[in-house]
C-alpha cells in the first residue's frame, strides 16, 4: 500500500517565522495535493501539485513537488495565527481515479 | 462557489441500525468518492464512483457498506448494520476528472454508533 509519512506531526510556531512541513512518499506518483482542515470541518484544497518541480504559491504557503525524491514541501512564509490548522498532504497512484492516500496531518499552531 | 453538501451533519445511532448519509456532489463533477476520518486519525479512502458504478473500493468498504447514485444530485452511502467502530467523520467528494484535477470535499457527516 501506498504510505505517506508527514513530519513534523505538530508543529508550534512564533508568528512571522518560517517552517516547512514535509511530505515522502512511498511510491511512484505524479500528483499530490495538500489540504488544509480546521477543527470539526471539511478538508479546503490547497494546491494540487501535478508534475516534477512543480511549485504553486497562494499567499503565505508555497508547495513544491520533486517525484525524483518522493518528497514535497510545504513552506509557510512569515506565520500568522488565521495559519493553525491541520495540513494534509495527499497523493494518488495515478492508475487509481481519485482514490488518495492521506498522511497523518500536521497539527499547526501559530502564537503571537 | 460550488460546493459539496452533505447531510445530516452529525446522526447518533444504534449498533445494528442500518444509516444512509447523503450528499450532493457539485453539479457539474463525475467522479464521487466517500472517505472517512476517525476521530484523531488520517483521512480514508472508502470507494470512487463513476458512471454508475464503483470504480475503486478499499478494504474498509465490506458487505455492510453500499453506495447508489438514485437519480442525477444525489450520491448516498448506505451502512447496513452499523458497528461501534464505524464512528467516525465521512467525507464526500467529488471532482470534475481523474486527471488530476482538485478533489472537493463536503463538510462531513459526523457518525456516532453506540
Known amino acids: 500500500e501506498l504510505k505517506v509519512e508527514q513530519n513534523p506531526l505538530f508543529l508550534s510556531m512564533q508568528e512571522g517565522k518560517n517552517y516547512t512541513i514535509y511530505c515522502n512518499y512511498s511510491?511512484?506518483?505524479?500528483?499530490l495535493y495538500w489540504y488544509r482542515q480546521d477543527p470539526g470541518k471539511s478538508l479546503e484544497s490547497l494546491f494540487v501539485?501535478?508534475?516534477?518541480?512543480a511549485v504553486k504559491q497562494e499567499g503565505r504557503l508555497m508547495a513544491s513537488l520533486d517525484t525524483k525524491a518522493r518528497l514535497s514541501t510545504l513552506h509557510i512564509t512569515a506565520a500568522v495565527h488565521d495559519l493553525s490548522a491541520t495540513y494534509f498532504c495527499?497523493?494518488?497512484?495515478?492508475?487509481?481515479?481519485?482514490?488518495?492516500?492521506f498522511g497523518r496531518g500536521t497539527q499547526l499552531t501559530v502564537w503571537p | 462557489e460550488p460546493e459539496v453538501t452533505q447531510t445530516p451533519s452529525h446522526q447518533v445511532t444504534q449498533m445494528g441500525q442500518e444509516v444512509i448519509l447523503h450528499c450532493v456532489p457539485i453539479?457539474?463533477?463525475?467522479?464521487f468518492y466517500w472517505y472517512r476520518q476517525i476521530l484523531g486519525q488520517k483521512v480514508e479512502f472508502l470507494v470512487s464512483?463513476?458512471?454508475?458504478?464503483?470504480?475503486?473500493k478499499s478494504e474498509i468498504f465490506d458487505d455492510q457498506f453500499s453506495v447508489e447514485r438514485p437519480d442525477g444530485s444525489n450520491f448516498t452511502l448506505k451502512i447496513r448494520s452499523t458497528k461501534l467502530e464505524d464512528s467516525a467523520m465521512y467525507f464526500c467528494?467529488?471532482?470534475?476528472?481523474?486527471?488530476?484535477?482538485?478533489?472537493?470535499f463536503g463538510e462531513g457527516s459526523w457518525l456516532t454508533v453506540v
Open positions: 453539479s457539474n463533477h463525475l467522479y
Open positions: 511510491t511512484t506518483s505524479d500528483r
Open positions: 495527499a497523493v494518488d497512484r495515478g492508475s487509481t481515479l481519485g482514490r488518495l492516500y
Open positions: 501539485l501535478l508534475s516534477n518541480g
Open positions: 464512483f463513476y458512471n454508475n458504478e464503483i470504480s475503486e
Open positions: 467528494a467529488s471532482s470534475a476528472d481523474a486527471a488530476g484535477n482538485t478533489i472537493y
